[in-house]
């Protein structure tokens, strides 16, 4: 999040004139995946369309996590989305004390380089870095990811009411993150899919299911992870008695099956996380 300042309008003609590559295409999905989807209520007048997802796992300072949350929600959001960018939601990870991860789409590649030529060379960032930039140990951990194929992109949901959501985003956001083997995502989500249905079953909200975007990393200033390919999995459980009795038995079988297809490279990694004040991604308010 630290990067060297040079004009943003000969990047962004750079980028248009180069046809810097696309989001990948998402694959077809048959009736039978979609069943049991349960659709969470959308954001109106947001385009829905981001077909190029950022998961950023961000390790802040030690003590300092509250006070990063505090400063991103009340600068960082609108300033996205006035660039055609979203930020999907923002978390703090359990069990890790340090961990803020926060989710952003884009459109398309192109919209990516220039959304955040714009923000990371534009007067927000620069009168905020400084104090932002103090507070973080690590930004280095992010994944670049698509949608895994049509309508499994990331809700985007309306944003947090302050006057009839006064205690702000309620909800835990659940996740699952499998390092797949190379050339193997299709057949693993395939194979994953029966699991998904049953999280959904259970009442569980999916909320998106990604993969790794093969493309080259168009704004390179920010680093984004190059060992794929990965299959990330979320969701959203309503509160800590779903969590204990609906996610948490469901997801253990799961973890078990899945890392029994012999398609993974490592043991899959679940991410429980609490939504931070503002968050879009959130169990839906009454």
Known sequence: MKPTAFSIRLLIAALISSGLCAAAR??????????????????????????????????????????FARYFESYFPEAFQQLGAIAFG??????????????RGFPSMEARAIANSAFYYGPVWKEHRATLNNLIEDSDNVYLMRPLSAGRGVAVMPAVDPVHEPQGAQGIMVAQLFAVKADHVDSFARQAEEVFARYRAAGIREAGVLVTLDAANNFPQLPVRSDGPYLLWLGLVRDRSMLDNAWSPLAEQALHKLTATGLLTQTPEQIVMDPAQRSRLRWPPN
Request: a neutral charge; proline letters at 7%.
């Open 90 to 103: 923002q978390f703090f990870e359990r069990g890790h004390g340090n961990g803020f991860t926060w989710i």
């Open 26 to 67: 998402a694959q077809p999905i048959t009736e039978k995946m979609m069943d049991n989807i349960q659709p969470l209520p959308l954001a109106p007048n947001v385009n829905q369309d981001y077909q190029v997802v950022e998961f950023r796992r961000y390790t802040i300072k030690s003590g300092g996590r509250e006070q």
